[in-house]
């Protein structure tokens, strides 16, 4: 069994930052095989996704409003992933989910059904 534990959410206001972490444990989950992302969902809204690193670290890729402004990270040492938020809005406010796949040696996974773990989910909140 893999479980994913979030930290890092909070209260900021906006142009303000935050670091979100991501520690994974289990057994027989080799953290660094696996390509890893975070998604978001906000209320009454689905859940979107955020931005994806692949099983090496080596490769990233954001959503569009996130350039700039995010960066996913990973510590295969310490079996954590991390997102840097910048530059927050009061828009990015939401639930901030890490996940996990099992496709060993995947670059970058986009879609929500290609994870097959999930944490918890941490409250970001941006006030204006």
């Known amino acids: 069994q893999v479980q994913l534990v979030e930290s890092g959410g909070g209260l900021v206001q906006a142009g303000g930052s935050l670091r979100l972490s991501c520690a994974a444990s289990g057994r027989t989950f080799s953290f660094g095989s696996y390509p890893m992302a975070w998604f978001r969902q906000a209320p009454g809204k689905e859940r979107e996704f955020v931005a994806a690193i692949s099983w090496s670290g080596g490769s990233t890729s954001y959503a569009d409003s996130m350039k700039g402004r995010f960066t996913i990270s990973r510590d295969n040492a310490k079996n954590t992933v991390y997102l840097q938020m910048n530059s927050l809005k009061p828009e990015d406010t939401a639930v901030y989910y890490c996940?996990?796949?099992?496709?060993?040696?995947?670059?970058?996974?986009?879609?929500?059904?290609?994870?097959?773990?999930w944490g918890q989910g941490t409250q970001v909140t941006v006030s204006s």
């Open positions: 996940a996990a796949s099992k496709k060993k040696y995947y670059t970058i996974i986009y879609l929500i059904s290609g994870y097959d773990y």
